[in-house]
């Protein structure tokens, strides 16, 4: 997460710089407790982004999704990625954002709770982009495991791998 790159997004976009809102989302990723859900997982996620881009159909509307995805993150909280799209509806409205992209990064933001199939081909992207850690190589992969579950460190051992089991299962297939 570098300031050049959201400089650059936010030109691209036609939105203003907004040094703040980026030292905003610096400190949310840079939280004390978060091992996974951090600045690395944004960057690994604009680097998938990157390989990418052309298949978005509206790529700074995705780029804004992967910023703006995990900045609200409580691990026991379920309205983790609502109150993120829900910042960053805010920021991009009070930004001028126009509010038909906007309501597309909220949504974008929604897919990743992967509670439903994938509506468009943007949502497919950054679905498969934050999933991407599940086919990493098996150093990367446990490295996740471990980080993920320090994050859920005071749920019960077998709690956690049935829950972690259940979510997995859960992911809607798209066709």
């Known amino acids: 997460m570098n300031q050049s790159r959201w400089l650059n997004l936010m030109k691209g976009a036609k939105l203003p710089g907004s040094i703040p809102c980026f030292e905003k989302l610096i400190a949310a990723y840079s939280e004390g407790h978060r091992y996974y859900h951090t600045g690395h997982h944004i960057d690994a996620m604009l680097r998938h982004l990157d390989q990418v881009s052309d298949l978005a159909e509206h790529p700074y509307e995705v780029e804004l999704a992967i910023w703006f995805h995990d900045a609200i993150y409580k691990p026991f909280s379920s309205n983790n990625e609502e109150y993120?799209?829900?910042?960053?509806?805010?920021?991009?409205?009070?930004?001028?954002?126009?509010?038909?992209?906007?309501?597309?990064?909220?949504?974008?933001?929604m897919a990743t709770c992967n509670s439903?199939?994938?509506?468009?081909?943007?949502?497919?992207?950054?679905?498969?982009i934050d999933l991407t850690i599940l086919g990493a190589?098996?150093?990367?992969?446990?490295?996740?495991?471990?980080?993920?579950?320090?994050?859920?460190?005071?749920?019960?051992?077998m709690?956690?791998?049935?829950?972690?089991?259940?979510?997995?299962k859960?992911?809607?297939v798209s066709g």
Do not use: C, M
């Open 84 to 109: 993120s799209a829900l910042w960053a509806r805010e920021f991009l409205l009070n930004a001028g954002y126009n509010p038909r992209s906007t309501e597309r990064v909220y949504q974008l933001i």
């Open 116 to 128: 439903h199939a994938p509506a468009s081909i943007d949502e497919k992207l950054i679905i498969d």
């Open 137 to 157: 190589s098996e150093e990367t992969f446990d490295a996740y495991e471990t980080q993920v579950r320090k994050e859920y460190r005071l749920v019960p051992l």
């Open 159 to 168: 709690i956690y791998q049935k829950k972690t089991q259940q979510a997995v």
């Open 170 to 172: 859960g992911f809607p």
